[in-house]
Every structure is written in C-alpha cells, then in structure tokens.
C-alpha cells in the first residue's frame, strides 16, 4: 500500500480512531530522510537547536533565520511526514502582527505545514488569527522551555490544583482558537490523560505518560547521539555515541598505520603515463 503524505486532517482522524500519533523533533536534511523513512508521522523542527545543535544553554538565542533555515533543511528531507517549525522566542511575543508575519514565514520560505507555539489562553487571539490565515498551529502547554526563567528552572507543571485547573483550561481554550493538536511537555500522567479526555484535538505529550495521544522526542535524545544528560521522560533506544566514537577511533588508528585507504579504496593510472611526466 502506498504511503500517503500526511496532513492536519490525517492528524484528526488518528485522534478520532485511537491511533497513537508519532512525532520527533529533527533538524537537519540527513536526520528528517531517515525519520521519514521509518515512517514517523510528525517531525517538529523543534528551538530545542539551540541546545542539541548549536551548543547554546536554553533555546532562548534562537533566531527566525536559524529556524528557517533548518526547516528547511528538514523539509527538503520529508516525502510524507507533516514538519511543523517551533516558533523561537520573541518572534510572536511583542506583537500579534509580528507573530503572524513570522508564521507565515515558517511557511512560504521554510516550506513546513504548520508552525508550534508556546502558551495558553494568552495566545489564543494570535492562535486564531493564523488559523483565519491559513496557518495550522500546534499548541504548546505545561512546561514551556522559553519560560524556563520565569519557571526558574525544568520543573514538572500542574501539580497543585490551581496549575492543574489552568492547564485544562489553557487546552481549552486552544482548541476553541483552532490549533490542530497541543504538545504536553512535563505534565503528570493522569493529568496528561484526563485533559486529552476533554478536549477533540489531539494531544502530543514528552513527559506526560501514555494517556496523550501521541509522543515526541528528540531524535537525539531516542538515539543516544551524547553521553551527557538525558531527561527522564526520553528513552534511549541506540547508543550512537558509542557507536561513533568507537567508527572514528577506528578511522584513526587506520590513518595512522596506512591500513586506510586500501586498494579498494583507490583508483588506478597506467604506469606508462607515470613514466612520461618530468
């Protein structure tokens, strides 16, 4: 059966008939062909390059151009899978003309399907006027890296009964504005499980247990591209790192004791036209 690309509606359908929805978040053109051909559903061209890719603490230095030109990259990369660029800090913030502006960026020069940003009830007005203008958006609730200093810090959201209340209404009232799915980052399960109950639209949860309905994770964080710090909620299903240092260490050792390159590896010439230079 051929595969077909997916869309917003595709999206839908899987809330309606139960089917778990899979989302990464990838950055580059090599990664999103690789993602795409396994058959990964969404791909999230997440700020989180500011932390995995450009080596910076927080997503907070992202720019737009940065996230266009990785979204590009990853589009350029995708055959079926809906990519969805991540709106960096500041670029909706100060004004809702602005946001819309740069949206709408996300999808004339990066060429994604839909764009994700961070907030609740506060964005809504923005959130509505991108869906009149033709821009699918994807929500973002519970702990919201570009907040992370007005959090002080990667902490759980929605524990107390006032945060919980707030986070059901924030999905609410995202759903009434028109966003097409909502991430859940860092949310209790049972909470997670019981907003998803209440709303239509899909929920995409990372840290929020099975009861969404769908997941993401960092391509990175799924294959163990670093030794450092892996959140609890990501599951490391390859140990890449081991894996590449060990290729290279082997390149090197090859390198250095000439095993590498081996005739194979090499191409011939006549040795009548070696005699004939001077």
């Known amino acids: 059966m051929e595969r077909k690309p997916i869309t917003t509606s595709t999206i839908r359908q899987m809330k309606e008939e139960g089917k778990p929805i899979t989302m990464i978040t990838a950055y580059d053109y090599a990664m999103a062909r690789n993602v795409d051909e396994a058959g990964i559903d969404m791909i999230l061209v997440g700020d989180s390059v500011g932390n995995v890719m450009l080596g910076y603490s927080s997503t907070i230095p992202v720019t737009m151009d940065a996230m266009i030109h990785h979204t590009q990259a990853v589009v350029r990369g995708t055959k079926y899978a809906l990519v969805v660029g991540d709106m960096p800090f500041m670029s909706y913030q100060a004004s809702e003309a602005e946001g819309l502006l740069n949206a709408g960026r996300f999808l004339k020069e990066g060429g994604c399907t839909a764009i994700k940003l961070e907030g609740g009830s506060e964005v809504c007005p923005l959130v509505k006027k991108m869906v009149t203008a033709g821009i699918p958006v994807m929500g973002h609730i519970g702990l919201t890296p ?7 810090g990667f902490k759980v959201q929605g524990k107390d009964v006032a945060a919980a209340q707030k986070l059901v209404d924030d999905a609410k009232a995202l759903e009434a504005a028109g966003a097409f799915s909502i991430v859940l980052e860092c949310v209790p399960a049972a909470l ?4 998803s109950e209440m709303i239509s639209i899909p929920t995409i949860g990372i840290g929020a247990g099975n009861g969404c309905g769908g997941q993401v994770l960092v ?3 799924l294959l163990g591209f670093s030794n450092g710090f892996t959140p609890k909620f990501a599951k490391k299903y390859r140990n890449l790192h081991k894996e590449i240092v060990g290729a290279v260490s082997e390149y090197i050792n090859d390198v250095r004791d000439r095993s590498f390159p081996a005739p194979e590896h090499t191409f011939k010439i006549d040795d009548e036209v070696l005699e004939k230079l001077y």
């Open 146 to 152: 570009q907040s992370v200093n007005q959090f002080g």
């Open 192 to 195: 997670a499980a019981k907003v």
């Open 219 to 221: 391509c990175n964080d």
